[in-house]
Nanobody, 126 residues
Framework: HVQFVESGGGLVQAGGSLRLSCVAS????????QSWFRQAPGKEREFVAGVSCTGRSASYADSVKGRFTISRDNAKNTVYLEMNSLKPEDTAVYHCAADLSCIGEVPTIPRAYEYWGQGTQVTVSL
């Protein structure tokens, strides 16, 4: 079982930055991949970024490439999402999620993930 505590969301102007954190507990942290998803009102939950068990490889949605960076600190059981050059369309609830596998590429579909955090709201104003 894995539990998450997310933090770092808030209100920011377009062009600004935020850093989200997700602290995990329960299962050995480096035994699962971690990703961030987001969900805006009336929209499907979508993949934002994911990182491998070791932290050596990451993948990103096209919409955030070059602006967002995902990383993990296995010593602190924490995954981060550094978000720069934020746009109003980035407004959503951001969730961290765990996929209990270290094999293959980071999945981008929600049903591949077994555990989810409650989410943290990110609002980007004009």
């Amino acid at each position: 079982h894995v539990q998450f505590v997310e933090s770092g969301g808030g209100l920011v102007q377009a062009g600004g930055s935020l850093r989200l954190s997700c602290v995990a507990s329960g299962r050995t942290f480096n035994s699962y991949r971690q990703s961030w998803f987001r969900q805006a009102p009336g929209k499907e939950r979508e993949f934002v970024a994911g990182v491998s068990c070791t932290g050596r490889s990451a993948s990103y949605a096209d919409s955030v490439k070059g602006r967002f960076t995902i990383s993990r600190d296995n010593a602190k059981n924490t995954v981060y999402l550094e978000m720069n050059s934020l746009k109003p369309e980035d407004t959503a609830v951001y969730h961290c999620a765990a996929d209990l596998s270290c094999i293959g590429e980071v999945p981008t579909i929600p049903r591949a993930y077994e555990y989810w955090g409650q989410g943290t709201q990110v609002t980007v104003s004009l």
